[in-house]
């Protein structure tokens, strides 16, 4: 999630021009062209009145034409800010009308809006540079002939854009601007330098947009127990109306911008957009895939195809919509959309009744993955038709159902007999150790200023200046954190970026229970802990990290052999936490008992031997920093269970993954599961082991470095 927009805006929002309609002039006529503005100006015959409105007029088509276009840098303040890739300084407080203008001797051929012009210059709405934003480039015919430059062109959203859910539409909708209200944060990638010669690196410009109309301060998204998606933020003054908007891309999609919901509270649940014909799919309309793995099991002619989905907020103050506050689809990609019946093939329900149901509710979620959760069996919805018992077998936190026909001669006692498998589905049903809630940034912290604390003495891990610093103060246990130095650098994460992974990739931190606020220049913290248990707790995960490497790592062992003996260890010397689990009835961090938090963190296996996904995860890290070795935490979904954690390690030039906690089933080492998941590619997590990875573990311009290959 970006850091929130400050307030206060300037206004009024700037025109935006067309920059392909020069000046239409012969001898007497000169006519200047401006959306919004057509101003015609009739030359007479007296030269001097001639030449007066003359200058008039180039000095208003000057004002329009200035108004509406930022000019790019052309040269990198940073070489290799993020690897393969300069960065120049940052272009702010641009309007969502603004052209955007790069000096440029060669031509472009952007045919396509979505594509920009491969290989010239391209625009993307992430710092990743995977998401693309539609422009037009072209001529720039407000430069002159000595200095010619290109002209980038957001698309203006057409009603042909937008589509309203069922045909609904209620008042008046707010002209939702263009592409850049959508997108407020664009990256432009040039791979040419003006004069046309290739760069050696391509130049990348973050630009942000700004509109009169005040965005939303943040969006925070959460999964609801009935597995919907629920959108909070916080209040716009004056706001009429709040948009929902969903922007989609791929190949064959016609609409690309969706109104999902149109409230007046600042709130906002996907459960309103459920269909229901003999049974409920849910979320639908937020699914990342256009075929999912279930159905493709079944037509293998299918080609799946990913959709690149966007998720915002637009505040409309007057009919004037704000630039959207986006929100990050990580942690809801397991959403589900509707039940994979493929259990009851061979099912034998007519001589084992309810015995014959599965444990495990299998559904398909937005990303296109069979999922599953734990089944159950409400009594009172159970009735009777003729001969059958109609049994609807729901999945817990979904609510999805499938209806299933059960002869009643195979049932002797309908109330035991769905007592027993409701007990049976909460025993077998798998438990994951990974609370799906992300970092929170709150605005209602108090804000405490505290002083910079002097750098500590244990390792500090972070992919960029920012997060290293972010995550050394957490280390010290800082309260205040100051970030401002970091406010005009090129290349960097946005704060929510930095500051996740410096949660995730720092076990000294033990920050994965703190909440914190950001005020725009200094990130308040509100720990879990006093500093005095932080420094005590560091101090004895430091020393049993120190004392297991010595024991365990010998001199001359290859970066394979020491992962092999840190795994080894931690399998004979730690056991899963099942107590932690039970104790912790939700998915989210709030909801883990304050003495079971350690179960999640470093020291919780490393120390104590005992813990769940998170703290075999950080247990691992810390000794492979302690042993040398290039290691980091990766955090994901199960298909098979949800939340969890791993870790990813470099060997010689390729990464691998390991997953100690899957490594470690019930009991002291077992060759045969021990080794099951070490040091393997990420394609060779398969059947029960299969899973997605979150953005949230790594800033977003690193993580395809960390893909195993």
């Known amino acids: 999630m970006s850091a929130p ?24 006529l000169v006519i200047v062209l401006v959306v919004g503005l057509t101003v015609v100006l009739v030359l007479g015959d007296d030269g001097e009145e001639r030449e007066d409105r003359k200058s008039r007029s180039e000095a208003l088509r000057e004002r329009l034409l200035e108004d509406s276009r930022a000019e790019l840098p052309t040269t990198a303040d940073v070489e290799s800010a993020v690897p393969g890739y300069d960065y120049s300084t940052a272009v702010t407080g641009v309007g969502t009308d603004a052209d955007l203008s790069i000096a440029a001797t060669y031509d472009a051929d952007a045919k396509d809006p979505w594509q920009g012009d491969p290989g010239k210059i391209e625009v993307y709405a992430d710092a990743a540079l995977t998401k693309p934003v539609p422009v037009m480039i072209l001529p720039d015919v407000t430069s002159p002939d000595d200095d010619p430059h290109l002209a980038i ?40 330098t003006p004069d046309g010669t290739k760069r050696p690196r391509p130049l990348v410009t973050q630009v942000d947009f700004v509109s009169e109309t005040t965005a939303p301060a943040q969006v925070t998204s959460t999964v609801t127990p009935d597995g919907d998606a629920l959108l909070e933020w916080t209040p716009v003054e004056g706001a009429s109306e709040y948009l929902v908007v969903l922007e989609q891309r791929r190949a064959d999609l016609d609409d690309t911008v969706q109104v999902l919901g149109r409230t ?21 309309v937020l699914k990342l895939t256009t075929v999912d793995g279930s159905t493709q099991a079944s037509l293998p002619q299918l080609v799946p195809e990913k959709i690149d989905a966007r998720l915002g907020v637009v505040a409309v103050v007057d009919r004037k919509p704000s630039v959207a506050t986006p929100i990050d689809f990580n942690g809801l990609e397991t959403l589900p959309v509707r039940s994979d019946r493929k ?5 034998d329900l007519a001589g084992q009744g309810l015995a014959a149901l599965p ?20 009594r009172a919805e159970v009735t009777r038709d003729g001969d059958d018992w109609v049994v609807p077998l729901r999945g817990r936190g979904t609510r999805l159902v499938d209806p299933v026909r059960i002869p009643v001669a195979a049932v002797d006692d309908i109330d035991a007999a769905v007592a027993t498998f409701n007990e049976r589905a909460q025993r077998d049903y798998p438990l994951a150790g990974l609370d799906e809630a992300g970092i929170v940034i709150r605005a209602d912290l108090p804000k405490k200023p505290a002083p910079e604390l002097p750098p500590p003495d244990y390792p500090v891990f972070g992919s960029n200046e920012l997060t290293k610093f972010i995550a050394g103060q957490l280390i010290a246990g800082s309260t205040a954190i100051d970030i401002s130095e970091f406010a005009d650098q090129p290349g960097l994460p946005d704060v929510q970026d930095a500051l996740s992974e410096a949660v995730y990739q720092n076990p000294y931190a033990l920050a994965y229970f703190d909440t914190f606020s950001f005020d725009g220049t200094v990130i308040q913290v509100e720990a879990a802990y006093s500093v005095a248990e932080l420094q005590s707790r560091q101090k004895k995960i430091a020393d049993r990290a120190e004392e297991v490497v010595k024991s365990q790592i010998s001199a001359g062992m290859s970066v394979s052999d020491k992962v092999a003996a840190i795994n080894r260890y931690l399998v004979d010397n730690a056991d899963y936490d099942h107590a932690a689990i039970d104790a912790s009835p939700g998915k989210y961090r709030s909801d883990t008992p304050a003495n079971f938090r350690y179960a999640w963190e470093t020291d919780g296996i490393l120390v104590s031997g005992t813990g769940v996904c998170m703290s075999y995860a950080y247990a691992f890290q810390t000794l492979a920093e302690e042993a040398g070795i290039e290691s980091v935490v990766v955090s994901g979904e199960l298909a098979d269970g949800g939340g969890h954690a791993w870790n990813k390690v ?36 398969t059947g029960d082991a299969l899973r997605t990875e979150r953005d949230t573990w790594m800033s977003d311009a690193y993580l395809s470095q960390y893909a195993t290959r």
């Open 264 to 284: 007046t509270e600042a709130t906002w649940s996907s459960a309103t957009t459920k269909k229901c014909l003999h049974g409920c799919t849910q979320n639908d």
């Open 359 to 378: 444990s495990r509710f299998l559904f398909v979620s937005i990303d296109g993955s069979t999922r599953a959760t734990g089944a159950s069996v409400d």
């Open 153 to 192: 062109s957001p698309v203006r959203l057409q009603r042909s854009h937008i589509t309203r859910r069922d045909g609904e539409v209620k008042g008046t909708l707010a002209d939702l601007g263009t592409f850049w209200n959508l997108n407020p944060h664009v990256y432009v990638v040039q791979y040419l």
């Open 343 to 347: 259990w009851d093939q061979g099912a």
């Open 650 to 685: 470099k060997v010689g030039d390729s990464w691998r993954a390991v997953d100690v906690t899957w490594n470690d089933p019930r009991g002291g080492w077992n060759p045969q599961w021990g080794t099951k998941y070490l040091l393997i590619r990420d394609a060779q997590f």
């Open 5 to 28: 927009h400050p307030p206060g805006w300037p206004a009024p929002a700037p025109r935006r021009r067309f920059p392909w309609l020069a000046v239409l002039g012969s001898l007497g």
